[in-house]
Structures are given as structure tokens and as C-alpha cells.
């Protein structure tokens, strides 16, 4: 019924040649997936890589986006911009934003509001640090990056989202939560949804993994009844090891 996605953050890596040579490796060793594939390049690569991957199953996603519409904003980059260079995804609260960057649930909650406004599908990203994970503060910290990211934002709205549960721990560490302790995460998230909104829109928002997902733990992690795809960085940023992971 959840169609599983599986989207590579390429993060700050690639230079425009290199992401396009990237983009086009994708293409060719994803052809025929299932999965609903999706590449994000950083800002300068967008165009590039969408004119690589045109007419194919892939799909464009962003790093990040601000909330305002247009102006003074140096540095930064609108919604309305990102769609018009063929964006469909944007992830948005990423760990590394939320960590370096001053991101807070309300600045998730302002982009998340004007994605959807601009026709962009938000990949919400929720997760907890190790310090809050062995404190026995996972679920705390899960629920508040979720009401916190979902405020004011209607059922329909929701379902045109996606989250991506992504331990702190677990990211560029080589660490990978257990499918147990993956699932347990993706219930609850699914369980606030549910609270939040209604059973069928919990039941049709799809709830990713992120956080060293290679092909060798994919499998296992996909087969969870919650764990509806991956948000992958190294591993996406190799072909070979993107298709191992969209295939499974
Ligand atoms: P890694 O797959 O490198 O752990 O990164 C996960 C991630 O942060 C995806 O957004």
C-alpha cells in the first residue's frame, strides 16, 4: 500500500560534473526498481542533474530550502525556485541543520508550510542524539520533532509528506539501529500520526530510515512492517551501492 522510497543525500559532496556522471550511474543501475527513487544534489547541481536524469524513473529532490517567498535574503534559497528547477522532494530538519545550522522545530515547521504551499513534498526529518537515546529520551525527543514539525498542517496536507526517522547516532558512523530498534521508532512515529491526525493517514504516510542503511542491512531494515524506505548518504554516493539498497 506505501510505495517504499528511497532517496540519496549527497550532502555536500559532488561538484556539478561529478554529480551529473553520478546522476546518470543512478539512471542506469536503478532502472526498473521498484522503489520510488529519488537523487538530492546540493544547490548548484539541481539543474544539472535534473537535465541528467529527464525522461527516467529518478526523481529530484533538495537539501534544504528557506520559507520566504522572495527578498533579502542572502544566501538562501525560496521554494518557488527549487520547483522551478524541476525540485519534487526537499528534505527538510536534517540532523546536520538542526545541529549546525540554528535549525528548531519551529523553522522546520515554517519550511514544511511553505513547501506544501509551493506544490514541494517535504521529507520531515526526526531523530534522536545518542546523549538522549541512552538518557531514555527517544521517544520524547521523536514526539516533539514530530507535533513540532506538523503543527497547523491539515491531514491532507500530511499525506503529501514524508518522514525520515534518523537516529543522530547512526548517521556517517557506520552504526546502524537494529531493525528492532528501527521499528520501534518508525511505530511510535506512526502512532503520533495517528493521534495527530486519523488511522488511514497514519497508515499512508510513509516513514523512511536514514543512518548508514548499506545493501547489506537494507533488506532487513525494509522488511519492518513500519520501515517504508531509506534516506541514505555514503552509500548513495556509489551506484552500485544505491541500486543494492533501492533493490532490496
Ligand atoms: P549515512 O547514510 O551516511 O549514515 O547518512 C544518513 C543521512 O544523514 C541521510 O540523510
Redesign the pocket.
Known amino acids: 500500500m506505501r510505495r517504499t522510497i528511497v532517496?540519496g543525500?549527497w550532502?555536500m559532496n559532488k561538484t556539478v560534473d561529478e554529480a551529473v556522471s553520478l546522476a546518470k550511474g543512478v539512471v542506469a543501475a536503478t532502472a526498473g526498481a521498484e522503489a520510488e527513487t529519488v537523487v538530492c544534489p546540493a544547490y548548484p547541481c539541481l539543474v544539472p542533474v535534473r537535465d541528467a536524469i529527464a525522461g527516467s524513473h529518478v526523481l529530484l529532490g533538495a537539501q534544504d530550502v528557506y520559507w520566504e517567498a522572495r527578498g533579502a535574503y542572502t544566501g538562501k534559497v525560496s521554494c518557488e525556485m527549487l520547483a522551478s528547477a524541476g525540485v519534487v522532494y526537499v528534505?527538510i530538519g536534517?540532523?546536520?541543520q538542526r545541529q549546525y545550522f540554528h535549525e528548531t522545530n519551529e523553522t522546520v515547521n515554517r519550511k514544511v508550510k511553505a513547501a506544501l504551499g509551493a506544490g514541494l513534498k517535504p521529507i520531515v526529518?526526526v531523530g534522536e542524539t545518542l546523549d538522549e537515546r541512552e538518557a531514555g529520551r527517544t521517544e520524547a525527543v521523536v514526539e516533539d520533532h514530530v507535533t513540532g514539525a506538523y503543527a497547523g498542517i491539515s491531514a491532507e496536507e500530511a499525506l503529501r509528506t514524508v518522514i525520515?526517522y534518523?537516529p543522530v547516532w547512526?548517521?556517517?558512523?557506520?552504526k546502524t539501529a537494529t531493525p528492532e530498534m528501527a521499528q520501534e521508532a518508525h511505530a511510535v512515529i506512526r502512532g503520533l500520526l495517528g493521534r495527530a491526525y486519523d488511522a488511514p493517514t497514519a497508515d499512508a504516510i510513509r516513514i523512511q530510515y536514514?543512518?548508514?542503511?548499506?545493501p547489506g542491512n537494507a533488506r532487513e531494515l525494509l522488511a519492518q512492517p513500519d520501515i517504508d524506505g531509506g534516506?541514505?548518504?555514503?552509500?548513495?554516493l556509489k551506484p552500485d551501492d544505491f541500486k543494492g539498497i533501492v533493490l532490496a
Open positions: 532517496a543525500n550532502k528534505i536534517h540532523s546536520e526529518c525520515a534518523e547512526a548517521i556517517g558512523t557506520g536514514g543512518g548508514s542503511m548499506k534516506l541514505i548518504g555514503g552509500a548513495s
